[in-house]
Structures are given as C-alpha cells and as structure tokens.
C-alpha cells in the first residue's frame, strides 16, 4: 500500500486543485478553499483510521480530539473560569485521542468497512454533518465540504490498489483488490451496520438542495469554462486588471453560496 506521506502529498493535491477551482467559479470565499483543501487532506488518511499505530489513525484522533475540544470550549467559554476550561479541554483530547482510539481498535480491522466505498461515503456525509452542525457552515459549503472529504478518501484507495501492482516485475501482489471495494465481503454485517449509521447521520445531515442546483448549474459551468484558460498571455496580470476594469461582467449570482 502507499506509504503516509504518498497519500497526504495526493490528498493535499487533489483537494488544493477542487478548491481553487471552486473559488475561481466564486463558489466559495478564500478563506473556504482553504478550509476545504484542509478537509480534503484529512479525508485522504480517514480510510486508514483503523490501521492501529500508524501515523494516519493518530493524527486522526488527534484532530479530532482536538475539533471537538475547541468546539466545547467555544460553547462554555462565556460560563467557565479559565482552569475549568484548560480542564475540559484537556478532558475532551485526551479521551477521544487515547481512549477512543484505543477502544475504537478493539473494534475494528484493517482494510475493513472503512477502508472501502461505502466507508468513503460514510466518511463525506458525517463530514457535511459535521460542518453544517458544529461549524455552522451553510448547507452548500458543508457538502462541498463532505464532498471533497469523500474525494480525498477515494484517492487513497486507488493509490492502495495501484501500489499492489509491481509494474516493474509485471505482477499483481496479493494485496490486489483488498483496497479498492465496496464493502468488506469477508463480514458483511459490518456493511449492513454501516448502511443504519448513514441513514441516521442523514437524518442530521444539511439539505442538499441547493448543493444539487449548485452542481447541475449550466451558469456555473460555463463561467468556469471563460475562467479556466487565460485569454491573452500566461500569468499576464496586469492585462487582466486592465480587461477586468473595463467589463461590466461579472460571475453568476448562484443559489446556496456564501454571502
């Protein structure tokens, strides 16, 4: 399988490239693109959170004990003193980041249910779930959000299946398929358990909706397509301030992003 730093040099490309993307076509803020380039990069390490050990299940826990641990100190931090709040926050990390982890591989196996399809799925639903609920991102961001989650996830998988071929000797190792799957065929009541959470985390999940005009807008894409080549020179910037200053256009007014 590809190694920790493969996956996050993938994760950081693919989503840093989404991002940018989205920020040209005026989907999303700056400061959101980098948000999900972040989210995209932690989604490439989740389908290896149950790898136990390595520095992808670790850094996992630590961020997400780290998430949660700011989220409950932004909430009380107007009813506790300071040493109560350094209490819960440290109370918050340390149990999801040691005993969380611990327990949550008692459970699990690697190259299980999380490190297939539907585990990518449930990775980018509790993902928007998670921005929409506890960041308060709008519905439209969260599933960008979730998306680009679900995004990275995949990028991992396919790595992993394509380091399980040895071009060089011209064979397939015996990881081959292990990776790349819908579920885990070897305990598939894992996928049934799977199939309940999602529908439960759905039932929390933001509207997709607009997430959905968003995408099949024909205005959206065809800005992006006057945006993705430059029209004179490369990195000519000062013909495009010139061009920019003397047009009246500007980019589509789209449903569900950010004001």
């Given at each position: 399988?590809?190694?920790?730093?493969?996956?996050?040099?993938?994760?950081?490309?693919?989503?840093?490239?989404?991002?940018?993307?989205?920020?040209?076509?005026?989907?999303?803020?700056?400061?959101?693109?980098?948000?999900?380039?972040?989210?995209?990069?932690?989604?490439?390490?989740?389908?290896?959170?149950?790898?136990?050990?390595?520095?992808?299940?670790?850094?996992?826990?630590?961020?997400?004990?780290?998430?949660?641990?700011?989220?409950?100190?932004?909430?009380?931090?107007?009813?506790?003193?300071?040493?109560?709040?350094?209490?819960?926050?440290?109370?918050?990390?340390?149990?999801?980041?040691?005993?969380?982890?611990?327990?949550?591989?008692?459970?699990?196996?690697?190259?299980?249910?999380?490190?297939?399809?539907i585990?990518?799925?449930?990775?980018?639903?509790?993902?928007?779930?998670?921005?929409?609920?506890?960041?308060?991102?709008t519905?439209?961001?969260?599933?960008?959000?979730?998306?680009?989650?679900?995004?990275?996830?995949l990028?991992h998988?396919?790595?992993?299946?394509?380091?399980?071929?040895?071009?060089?000797?011209?064979?397939?190792?015996?990881?081959?398929?292990?990776a790349?799957?819908?579920?885990?065929?070897?305990?598939?009541?894992?996928?049934?358990?799977?199939?309940?959470?999602?529908?439960?985390i759905?039932?929390?999940?933001?509207?997709?909706?607009?997430?959905?005009?968003?995408?099949?807008?024909?205005?959206?894409?065809s800005?992006?397509?006057?945006?993705?080549?430059?029209?004179?020179?490369?990195?000519?910037?000062?013909?495009?301030?010139?061009?920019?200053?003397?047009?009246?256009?500007?980019?589509?007014?789209?449903?569900?992003?950010?004001?």
């Open positions: 399988m590809a190694d920790f730093q493969t996956h996050i040099t993938v994760g950081v490309l693919t989503s840093g490239v989404i991002a940018t993307v989205a920020m040209a076509a005026a989907l999303v803020t700056p400061s959101e693109a980098v948000f999900l380039t972040i989210a995209g990069t932690i989604g490439s390490i989740l389908p290896d959170i149950d790898l136990e050990g390595s520095k992808q299940s670790r850094t996992v826990f630590a961020s997400f004990g780290m998430f949660f641990a700011f989220i409950a100190l932004f909430h009380y931090s107007q009813f506790l003193s300071i040493a109560e709040l350094c209490l819960l926050w440290l109370a918050i990390y340390i149990f999801i980041r040691y005993f969380l982890w611990k327990l949550f591989h008692e459970f699990t196996v690697h190259r299980g249910i999380f490190h297939s399809l585990g990518n799925i449930f990775f980018g639903v509790a993902g928007a779930a998670i921005f929409y609920n506890f960041l308060e991102k519905d439209t961001v969260a599933w960008m959000g979730g998306s680009i989650i679900f995004i990275g996830a990028t998988l396919l790595f992993d299946e394509l380091y399980s071929i040895d071009f060089a000797g011209n064979r397939v190792k015996r990881s081959f398929g292990t790349m799957k819908l579920f885990d065929y070897k305990k598939p009541a894992s996928a049934i358990l799977m199939t309940a959470v999602l529908g439960g759905l039932y929390v999940a933001p509207p997709v909706g607009n997430f959905y005009t968003l995408v099949k807008s024909s205005d959206n894409w800005y992006l397509r006057t945006r993705l080549l430059p029209q004179g020179k490369w990195f000519d910037i000062r013909a495009l301030r010139l061009r920019l200053a003397d047009s009246d256009e500007e980019a589509p007014t789209v449903t569900g992003t950010i004001e």
